[in-house]
């Protein structure tokens, strides 16, 4: 492999499976090497991790990287988002992480709203209308369940700010993550005091918002089992979603799909979201402006165990299904159905399996696809290229229901890991002085074929909303009927 042209710089995704580090040539963005180590998330009722195995993740992956690691000048850690790690005096975990797809906060999301204010109240004031995945309804649902935990937390962090903050040593977040807790005011870019006193919890047990393009802190001493050199730049990071937008160079106007444990559908926007209806969340991007959101729970792991229920490969699908399943194991997020579980309608004699795996990935994309229109600025042109990416973008049968459900022409970028390009552009960013966007968009990450425009099966799409609407009262029951 030739030498690098320019400085090494790290990016890293501590997404919900797994961590991924990259070290990527700054002036190039040639992945120069690879780690990846998994995690495991608690089945059951909760979805909860450790957090200290995503930094035995992280130092597995970077092992991986091998030399290059230490040679890396600047680092960044982009992370899932929402997650609730609390911290004791010493830093160490009191429990383990409340995860975003963990529904038991419902009851707390619902109340939350209602009392303080209502939806609008909501949407105007943090950009969103909090579900159960947001980390306000975390905490709610941690000082009701479990005080004594509660009251023993030293420090509240995201799982980002948990890892960069064992790299430097100082308790920093950014905007793109903490547009996620629904206790940052997206309104005055501040930690909102009001509904911070509503839910008990100090703000002086919250993080630092690092502002973009500032360095969060430096690598410190006595990490023998990092890779890292002391003095090592650390950027601030951000949500994954926001690191992918990064990644991509992404403008408005241009949708992205993500296909990973979560789905997600975003584009970028100068606008602050306000949604009322809850269904797109006003996020913050990691440079300045707005990252409007949609995502839903079940996605590539609600397919792949649909596909082993039925013995089958996941790209064995069969077409002409008039089955409807909605493959909301996890209980739902978009649509806001958090005590929902899996619904299969229309079942025949003649129905194959290959038909029935074909309708879970109809049932995933359909809900991703409902809030497409919804993240785009009013005057995007809706023919642009809808970006595929995450670890389902590779698949073929999620490349082509993508592509039957939107009837938009879609672009797959080769480059594989663009959270984890993200964060590296972050990083690239703190040592040239470059908006991250435009060092990926230097980089060609979001180079990749397009699939052409296929008419849009609008029959599917009318089947399954008609079911959903249908079913309405059996997939509104609560967490308790699961
Ligand atoms: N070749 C492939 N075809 C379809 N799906 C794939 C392929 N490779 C990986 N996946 C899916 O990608 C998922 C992991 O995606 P990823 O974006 O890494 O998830 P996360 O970031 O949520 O941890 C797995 O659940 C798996 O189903
Ligand atoms: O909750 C959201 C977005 O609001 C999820 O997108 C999480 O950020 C988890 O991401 P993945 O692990 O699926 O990438």
């Known amino acids: ?172 977040t950014d905007r793109g993550d903490a547009s996620g807790t629904g206790w940052w005011a997206s309104a005055t870019e501040a930690y909102d005091e009001e509904i911070l006193a509503r839910v008990g919890l100090d703000p002086a047990l919250l993080p630092r918002v690092v502002r973009p393009g500032e360095v969060a802190g430096t690598v410190r001493d006595g990490h023998h089992d990092l890779p890292f050199s002391r003095g090592t730049l650390v950027a601030a990071g951000t949500g994954d979603n926001a690191a992918a937008a990064l990644g991509l160079g992404l403008r408005p106007g241009t949708p992205v799909l993500s296909l990973g444990t979560s789905g997600t559908v975003y584009a970028v926007s100068e606008h602050r979201p306000a949604d009322p209806t809850g269904t797109v969340a006003g996020f913050a991007d990691a440079r300045g402006g707005w990252l409007p959101l949609a995502c839903t729970l079940n996605c590539t792991l609600a397919v792949d165990r649909v596909a082993a229920l039925l013995g089958l490969d996941r790209e064995a699908v069969e077409p002409g299904t008039s089955v409807t399943l909605l493959p909301y194991l996890d209980g739902e997020r978009t649509p806001n159905l958090p005590g929902a579980s899996g619904l299969l309608h229309g079942l025949r004699h003649d129905t194959t399996p290959g038909q029935l795996l074909q309708a879970a990935y109809d049932g995933a994309v359909h809900a991703l696809l409902g809030a497409l229109d919804l993240v785009l600025d009013q005057d995007a042109d809706r023919t642009t290229a809808l970006l595929l990416i995450g670890g389902g973008a590779r698949g073929t049968a999620w490349q082509q229901t993508v592509r039957r459900l939107s009837g938009r022409p879609v672009q797959v970028p080769q480059a594989r890991e663009l959270v984890a390009l993200g964060a590296a552009a972050q990083a690239a960013g703190l040592l040239t002085g470059e908006d991250p966007a435009a060092v990926a968009r230097r980089w060609k990450t979001a180079d990749g074929p397009v699939l052409e425009a296929v008419e849009r099966d609008e029959a599917t799409l009318e089947r399954i909303s008609g079911v959903l609407s249908d079913a309405a009262p059996l997939l509104e029951r609560g967490p308790q009927n699961r």
């Open 1 to 172: 492999m030739s030498a690098a042209e320019g400085p090494l710089v790290v990016g890293v995704d501590s997404s919900t499976q797994s961590t991924k580090a990259l070290v990527v040539d700054a002036a190039t963005g040639r992945v120069v090497a690879s780690g990846q180590a998994p995690h495991t998330v608690s089945s059951g009722d909760g979805r909860e991790s450790d957090p200290r195995q995503w930094w035995d993740a992280l130092c597995a992956a970077l092992h991986q990287c091998g030399e290059a690691a230490h040679e890396a000048a600047a680092v960044s850690i982009a992370g899932q988002q929402h997650g609730l790690v609390t911290l004791d005096a010493q830093g160490e975990p009191v429990r383990p992480a409340l995860l975003w797809n963990d529904v038991r906060s419902a009851p707390q999301a619902r109340r939350l709203v209602e009392e303080l204010g209502g939806p609008k109240f909501w949407a105007e004031r943090t950009g969103s209308v909090p579900g159960a995945s947001f980390t306000v309804t975390k905490w709610a649902w941690l000082a009701e369940h479990e005080p004594e935990a509660a009251r023993s937390v030293a420090a509240v962090r995201l799982p980002h700010d948990y890892l960069t903050e064992r790299l430097t040593g100082q308790g920093t």
